[in-house]
């Protein structure tokens, strides 16, 4: 839910790469409690999210897929609250396993 923040206020801006996303994405690093432009509105950063990263712009339900550019990208692994990162620590892909270096991925042998 964005706030309502004085404009001077704010400090950076959220990127909505389309209408039905409900993540957006950091145009430059959000400190805890920094207020970024979010369209017509604000939203005020819950922890610290780094530049690039997604950032949620609206509740999201345990189970509930994870929107950007208009598709789902995963799921909710626990309630995500606007202004929180959304990242492998509350979200899970729905499609392809995370690979890591210790020899699960056949495209790094």
């Not at 839910?1 to 389309?18: G, H, K, R, V, Y």
């Not at 626990?78 to 492998?88: D, F, M, N, T, Y």
């Not at 210790?102 to 042998?109: A, E, K, V």
């Amino acid at each position: 839910m964005p706030s309502s923040e004085p404009q001077d206020s704010i400090s950076a801006t959220i990127l909505q790469l389309n209408p039905k996303d409900n993540v957006g994405v950091a145009t430059g690093n959000l400190e805890p409690d920094q207020v970024a432009a979010w369209g017509q509105d604000v939203i005020r950063a819950r922890e610290r999210i780094p530049m690039g990263h997604k950032i949620a712009l609206k509740p999201v339900d345990v189970g509930e897929k994870i929107v950007k550019w208009g598709m789902p990208i995963g799921s909710a692994t626990r309630q995500i609250s606007p202004g929180e990162a959304v990242h492998l620590h509350n979200m899970k892909s729905d499609y392809l396993p995370t690979f890591t270096l210790d020899g699960s991925n056949p495209y790094l042998s």
